[in-house]
């Protein structure tokens, strides 16, 4: 059974910053895309960033130049850093991973990590 296992949110004033961390655990043979998405209170869930295994990027227009997606694939562990955070940030943020389970790629998600930015 795979996890997933989001850390390092917290409250931080407007413009500071924090470092997300998404922790894999089951028996993983490979994970293709793992991403980060956020849904705040009365809004859908929205995709934040997303990163390939491959290292290919794609960032939401409302992040750009300020959050930093990575990911170790030796340990299966991604990153979220977030600089220069606003207000709008605020919100529930969820790691979503890609995995290779045999001939499927299944969607797993963890249960997420809260991440409040006070004006």
């Known amino acids: 059974q795979v996890r997933l296992v989001e850390s390092g949110g917290g409250l931080v004033q407007a413009g500071g910053s924090l470092r997300l961390s998404c922790a894999t655990f089951?028996?993983?043979?490979?994970?293709?895309?793992m991403g980060w998405y956020r849904q705040a209170p009365g809004k859908q869930r929205e995709l934040v960033a997303v990163?390939?295994?491959?290292?290919?990027?794609n960032y939401a227009d409302f992040v750009k130049g300020r959050f930093t997606i990575s990911r170790d694939n030796a340990k299966n562990t991604m990153f979220l850093q977030m600089d220069s955070l606003k207000p709008e940030d605020t919100a529930h943020y969820y790691c979503?991973?890609?995995?290779?389970?045999?001939?499927?790629?299944?969607?797993?998600w963890g249960q997420g990590t809260q991440v409040t930015v006070s004006s």
């Open positions: 089951g028996k993983i043979f490979s994970i293709n895309a």
């Open positions: 979503n991973a890609k995995v290779v389970i045999g001939a499927r790629l299944d969607d797993f």
């Open positions: 990163i390939t295994s491959g290292g290919s990027i």
